[in-house]
């Protein structure tokens, strides 16, 4: 699951997967802007067949918090 | 070069190859919108690079497009662009929910207006301008019956009235924007949480269609259209094998399993209408086939709707490469369509250029597969359009009249040919346009002109344009050659010579060569000056000038002095249209 989201992030920011790494955020990763932002999450939305809230859509903006949003979320109908 | 482009992170992938790419056409693309268009546009760099184009981009923050359009000074103005397109929510510029929806007609149509009035003033009279269409916003009332009261219905009379708008200025068209939307699915176009939070107004879910069919109408307003297509018969136009089932076993009627046939041939009927060359290549015995094409009582497709009809048993490759001389479209611009995969790669292989589509069994989804493509995507329909297939076929008959009659001379003669001269015509201004976006080969300067550059000229006294119309026995060819000539006191300067391929061969150009000295010699002109720009198309016309009499005169120009033209043969009868149009301008 990690690899398939820092891949997720890596072609949206357009990064190399190495600079990807569990502690990326929008903070500190090249790229992640707030569109960057809407399109990590809908593609994440895709991949993995999950539905985020509109304030989760926004806030979770590491991959800390995404990977840990996917752990907790119910499993795709 | 093909991708896997089937999600949004795909289009992201994809799009850090733009800057290690070398393109064949750049265009300078603005994009004005009330609500976020970023979620878009990268798609659409990618969409655009996939049909070769590098697109780049101007696009100011969101909802500034009212001071971009009308403001002379804006940055879009000093951007140059060549497209623009323009969106915008109603609800984000007008107070739509509190205001009676008959004042808001007003100001939006007066808005649209007064943005195509700035953008003809301000922008190159080659820029072309896209004006969205509307939706009704996700929180409007929508009873069962529209009231005059009702927002959606206030839309549906504005979508109506801006084409009305767009269609009376040139170079200025609508993006159908509701019909994507009806397409994907009103009821997911918009998803709340981004709309609510983003003002994007689009459910990510569509985004890739929105960029498709933004390229669809970008490569339409570049004049990428494709303009023939090679139909395959058996399990294409019909189920089955003609030549083990026989004329009585194919499947083709109005009831399953023939009827997805029938209805295939009725939608290639519909491009037929617009002005698409059909034609055909199959693997059969052509006495069979032309018995299907004359008698099967199941055929929307008739033998008059074909320009070329190929049926034999030579590879097919061979066959296109035929048909695209006989009539004269390039391998280019041809969509080749066949069931069978290895029939489909050996075309390919063997003619690299063209555009394959091999449609897939069941034959239910021929249709899409066929949208899908959107590879014909006509932005206006002309006159000549609806004309076209008719001509092919025409031409068609004159080439096996050709093979029957004896010399060429007496070819010639016995076509009866007729032609009308036309000088600044402004009934053509369309189809000046059209032709010099379509014609490749017979075109000695390559000069693309849009309507507006048309209209532009035809207002300016030094300017004239000559359109000649032809027929003959067999058929109306109509408009077929656009020359565009500036003229001082002593010398005219033939900017450009164009002619439809179509009526090579025909002693056209000889007199329509003839035509403008002796009109030159009335004028009291000294000599006609002419430029030939080489492309990779127009070659085999370089020396077009030179066989006509002229001598070079300096690189790519040519000239000749008015008292030494010898008229040329011509079996040609030429009418002069009435000249009272000119001497308005």
Redesign the interface.
């Known amino acids: 699951m990690l690899d398939k989201i820092r891949q997720?992030i890596a072609?949206?920011t357009?990064n190399d997967i190495a600079h990807v790494t569990r502690d990326s955020n929008s903070g500190n990763l090249s790229g992640w802007d707030?569109?960057a932002q809407?399109?990590i999450i809908?593609?994440i939305?895709?991949?993995f067949g999950v539905t985020?809230?509109?304030e989760e859509?926004?806030t979770l903006n590491s991959v800390e918090k995404i990977v840990s949003a996917l752990s907790a979320a119910p499993a795709p109908r | 070069m093909p991708m896997n482009l089937k999600?949004?992170?795909?289009y992201?992938?994809a799009?850090?190859q733009l800057d290690q790419k070398l393109f064949d056409r750049k265009i300078k693309l603005a994009v004005l919108t009330s609500y976020?268009s970023?979620?878009i546009l990268p798609l659409l760099e990618v969409d655009l690079m996939q049909s070769e184009i590098r697109a780049e981009l101007y696009k100011p923050h969101f909802n500034q497009f009212r001071q971009e359009m009308l403001n002379d000074g804006s940055g879009l103005y000093a951007a140059q662009p060549d497209i623009t397109i323009v969106g915008f929510n109603i609800e984000d510029v007008f107070p739509i929910f509190e205001s009676d929806p008959s004042d808001i007609a007003q100001e939006v149509l007066g808005l649209c207006e007064s943005m195509i009035r700035s953008y003809r003033q301000f922008a190159a009279a080659k820029s072309q301008l896209f004006i969205q269409n509307w939706i009704a916003p996700i929180h409007c009332y929508d009873p069962l019956v529209r009231t005059e009261f009702s927002i959606a219905r206030l839309i549906e009379r504005l979508n109506r009235e801006l084409s009305a708008l767009a269609g009376k200025t040139p170079g200025v068209h609508v993006l159908d924007y509701a019909r994507v939307a009806q397409q994907c699915g009103l009821e997911r176009w918009t998803d709340?949480?981004?709309y609510?939070?983003?003002r994007?107004p689009v459910a990510?879910e569509h985004w890739i269609a929105l960029s498709q069919f933004y390229a669809a109408y970008i490569r339409a307003a570049l004049g990428m259209d494709l303009k023939c297509i090679v139909l395959d018969l058996d399990n294409t136009l019909w189920g089955g094998v003609l030549g083990e089932d026989g004329i009585e076993g194919i499947r083709l009627g109005e009831s399953y399993p023939g009827l997805p046939f029938r209805r295939f041939q009725q939608y290639l009927l519909g491009l037929y209408e617009h002005g698409y060359i059909l034609a055909i290549c199959s693997k059969n015995n052509e006495e069979d086939v032309f018995q299907v094409l004359r008698t099967h009582p199941s055929m929307a497709l008739r033998e008059k709707h074909f320009a070329a009809v190929k049926a034999n048993w030579r590879e097919k490759a061979q066959n296109i490469q035929e048909i695209s001389g006989e009539i004269n479209i390039s391998i280019d611009h041809m969509l080749f369509v066949d069931d069978n995969p290895v029939e489909i790669e050996k075309v390919k292989l063997a003619l690299p250029g063209i555009t394959c589509l091999q449609i897939e069994s069941p034959p239910l989804n021929f249709v899409r597969q066929f949208q899908e493509l959107r590879c014909f995507g006509k932005l206006h329909l002309t006159s000549e359009d609806r004309s076209r297939g008719r001509q092919y076929f025409d031409d068609r008959q004159r080439r096996e009249f050709k093979q029957t009659a004896g010399s060429v001379e007496d070819f010639y003669q016995s076509l009866r040919q007729r032609m009308v001269v036309y000088p600044n015509y402004q009934e053509h201004v369309s189809r000046i346009a059209q032709l010099s976006q379509r014609t490749n080969q017979f075109n000695m300067t390559t000069i693309r002109l849009t309507e507006s550059d048309v209209v532009s000229m035809m207002g300016d006294p030094a300017y004239l344009l000559l359109t000649a119309d032809l027929s003959d026995r067999f058929g109306d060819s109509g408009t077929i050659a656009f020359i565009q000539i500036r003229r001082s006191k002593e010398v005219w300067n033939i900017e450009n010579f164009l002619m439809s391929c179509r009526v090579l061969g025909r002693t056209v150009e000889e007199t329509l060569i003839n035509y403008i000295f002796n009109r030159a010699a009335a004028d009291g002109v000294f000599s006609v000056e002419a430029a030939y720009l080489p492309t990779k198309k127009n070659a085999p016309f370089a020396r077009f000038y030179l066989s006509n009499g002229f001598e070079p005169a300096g690189e790519n120009q040519y000239l000749k002095r008015v008292a030494e033209h010898k008229a040329a043969v011509s079996f040609i009868e030429i009418i002069e249209h009435e000249m009272r149009l000119e001497n308005v301008g």
């Open positions: 997720i072609d949206i357009q707030s569109v809407i399109n809908v593609s939305e895709q991949e985020f809230t509109a859509m926004h | 999600t949004i992170r795909h992201h992938a799009y850090s976020t970023d979620f709340p949480r981004t609510y939070t983003a994007i990510q």
